[in-house]
């Protein structure tokens, strides 16, 4: 984004000089680190837009920070002034480049300025020079673990929440479910009183209202006395009726059997005949069904203890059943919701994504697991891993130890498994060329004593992420797994990068055909950079 400065006071009148651009440096000389001060002046009228250089616009040198316009008014013009303050972390002899000013969209441009950069003077026979400390072994972040569980649980408890709420918790009941489980006894007679508060009469609907009569009478007869009333007939439940009276079953007297008699004839009349008695007739005869309810039910001989007892029984399992079904349905849904979440994955992250993120896969973890930046080795190599990579000591043959000065290797995994990677920092006692070839040839020899076979070999050059030019060996092999005869393919990469006096390597392995090792090969590669001078 570019800074504009613009002057929202109206002017008196319209100047007709040209805009006047001036820069200036307070050095053209620093140390390492230090800052130069590069100042920007305009001098513009006071109804004209500018825009300053934003940005990293100063390279080879980089802008640290650029401080606010500062503005001065003298009648129809103003003088705009920004300072930036640039820097360098390398020694040698740089150009800042011209900058860009627009004013009303013309450009303008300054001057370039030659800066020179110095490096530190260190005086090594005051302050001794020690050796890079070793690395320090520390434990694994858990950060991304604890992320995933938490994850995990949250879906787990919304899961366990939502079949808890709509199936295991206990419901208030509803006025219907309250009224269903009442005794039938009872029940008759919530509904005949809700029968005499209705409105069939007196909107001369009567067969609903009949209907409902008979239905609540028939509906008791068949659960308190325990006979087929509701699919029989009027004659054949009078007959049942006899019966259980004749046997001694039921005590009624003939008078209330005559009246419950004539209640269902009636009723047949006004269902199939549209017959249409009195109103009063047919309060009459709702205050005579209730009473043969009242008298049935005190007819009833008294329950045993048994029948109690069976009854209890059957409530109980009617519960455990209903529990039953609730926790069937909570275990359906649970399973449906892990078949479709598991399908849906399937089917979006394919097959092997989602196995390997169930039961995981090492490749898999280094690659989204807390990956390590940092520096190895003299002259240094930079880059990110997924893990540290750790010192090895490395004993020189006697006729290596003439040519080399120091050499420091830094190693993850092993050439043979699923992914490694080392880098090899040499410096040699002579200031010659680097034996790019030799080096290789040793590498590639390793790999066949470690029994890699019929490997192929390619070359190419390699630049880094700050310019470096280097040369990339790559290719594949063969490999046998231990303990059978199959043979596995691997991969690797071989980067080199040297100058007068020393050499630095990169070397990394991988099985052919692991998507996540090439992903990991591809960021090591991106942030690997190397130091040129020794």
């Known amino acids: 984004m570019l800074s504009i400065c613009a002057v929202l006071s109206p002017a008196t009148g319209f100047s007709q000089k040209a805009p006047k651009v001036q820069t200036e440096i307070d050095t053209t000389s620093i140390k390492i680190g230090e800052q130069i001060k590069y100042k920007i002046t305009v001098e513009v009228d006071s109804t004209d837009i500018v825009h300053f250089p934003e940005g990293q616009t100063f390279s080879p040198l980089e802008s640290v920070e650029a401080l606010l316009t500062d503005t001065t008014k003298n009648k ?133 209202y009949y209907s409902e009569l008979t239905a609540i009478v028939r509906s008791y007869l068949e659960e308190d006395v325990h006979i087929s009333a509701l699919e029989s007939t009027t004659a054949e439940l009078i007959t049942k009726l006899e019966m259980l009276i004749d046997s001694g079953e039921l005590k009624l007297e003939e008078e209330t059997i005559r009246q419950f008699q004539k209640i269902l004839q009636t009723a047949d009349l006004v269902k199939f005949a549209r017959s249409k008695p009195p109103t009063s007739v047919a309060e009459q005869d709702r205050k005579l069904v209730e009473d043969i309810v009242v008298k049935t039910h005190d007819a009833l001989p008294e329950p045993t203890e048994e029948e109690l007892l069976l009854n209890e029984e059957y409530l109980e399992e009617l519960a455990r059943k209903k529990q039953r079904k609730r926790i069937y349905w909570a275990a359906a849904i649970f399973a449906g919701v892990l078949v479709l979440g598991s399908g849906f994955s399937l089917a979006f992250f394919g097959v092997k994504q989602v196995r390997d993120t169930v039961f995981g896969y090492p490749t898999k973890e280094l690659l989204e697991g807390e990956w390590v930046s940092s520096s190895y080795g003299y002259p240094p190599i930079e880059l990110e891993t997924p893990d540290v990579l750790v010192r090895q000591e490395i004993e020189l043959p006697p006729e290596t130890e003439e040519l080399i000065k120091e050499m420091q290797t830094f190693t993850y995994g092993s050439y043979v498994g699923i992914f490694s990677v080392a880098t090899n920092s040499v410096t040699y006692k002579e200031q010659n060329d680097p034996n790019f070839e030799g080096a290789i040839t040793a590498v590639l020899g390793n790999f066949e004593s470690l029994g890699v076979r019929n490997i192929t070999t390619k070359q190419e050059e390699f630049t880094t992420k700050s310019g470096v030019q280097g040369l990339r060996t790559y290719g594949a092999g063969s490999l046998k797994t231990p303990g059978n005869n199959k043979s596995k393919r691997a991969k690797y990469n071989i980067l080199s990068f040297g100058g007068k006096g020393f050499m630095q390597q990169v070397i990394i392995t991988w099985e052919d055909g692991d998507d996540y090792a090439e992903q990991i090969v591809n960021r090591i590669l991106n942030t690997l950079d190397v130091k040129t001078q020794v």
């Open 76 to 208: 129809n013009r103003l003088t705009l002034q920004r300072i930036y303050a640039l820097t360098q972390f390398d020694s040698g002899t740089y150009t800042i480049p011209p900058q860009r000013i627009a004013i009303n969209e013309q450009p303008f441009f300054t001057d370039s300025f030659n800066i020179k950069v110095a490096d530190v003077a260190v005086d090594t026979t005051k302050q001794k020079m020690f050796d890079i400390k070793p690395l320090i072994q520390v434990e694994r972040s858990n950060a991304e673990l604890w992320k995933t569980l938490l994850w995990i649980v949250l879906g787990l408890a919304i899961i366990g929440g939502l079949i808890y709420w709509f199936f295991l918790r206990k419901k208030p009941l509803t006025e219907e479910e309250k009224e269903a489980l009442l005794p039938p006894y009872d029940r008759a007679l919530l509904e005949l009183k809700r029968l005499e508060n209705s409105k069939y009469l007196i909107q001369d609907d009567y067969k609903k």
